[in-house]
């Protein structure tokens, strides 16, 4: 995933379509009110006025989306986020505590109304309130990452 979603690559569609499902079959709601699907859905997620981005599976997660929101609320370029572990999302002090809410995540599905302190590629710390975690899986059950997403948050410093 090296190019940012846009019209040239369906707005990372495949992907966006994994997130998608995956969170509805584990929360039994969609991710966005949308009757649209496939590419429509892709943009729809990408400009939507939420939070949504999702890491991979490496051993150090690597941040492998983020929607036009995240990128800005995190302050990052897409080729930044690309490269950047997942854990550094949060401060190094709060990491262990990220880490175990992942493993919860890991263990039960998904979690939601989260709420924890985050830091921006400037060093802006915000909280982020109600988030919903969950894991990225397949139509196979397969584990493919874990995602997130969320609408509320408040700038500290």
Not at 5 to 29: E, K, M, Q, T
Not at 77 to 94: M, T
């Amino acid at each position: 995933m090296s190019d940012a979603p846009g019209p040239g690559n369906g707005y990372r569609v495949a992907h966006v379509d994994r997130l998608c499902d995956s969170f509805h079959r584990l929360l039994g709601h969609p991710l966005i009110d949308s009757a649209n699907s496939g590419e429509q859905r892709a943009a729809a997620i990408f400009d939507a006025e939420f939070v949504v981005l999702s890491s991979g599976l490496e051993a150090d997660p690597l941040f492998n989306y983020a929607n036009r929101t995240a990128l800005g609320l995190f302050e990052l370029e897409w080729a930044q986020l690309v490269a950047l572990p997942a854990r550094e999302s949060a401060e190094p002090e709060n990491q262990a505590t990220r880490e175990q809410l992942m493993q919860q995540v890991r263990e039960q599905g998904y979690i939601d109304n989260y709420a924890g302190v985050r830091i921006s590629a400037t060093g802006r710390r915000f909280v982020i309130e109600r988030a919903t975690v969950w894991n990225v899986i397949d139509e196979d059950g397969a584990l493919h990452g874990q995602a997130a997403t969320f609408s509320q948050w408040r700038v500290l410093s």
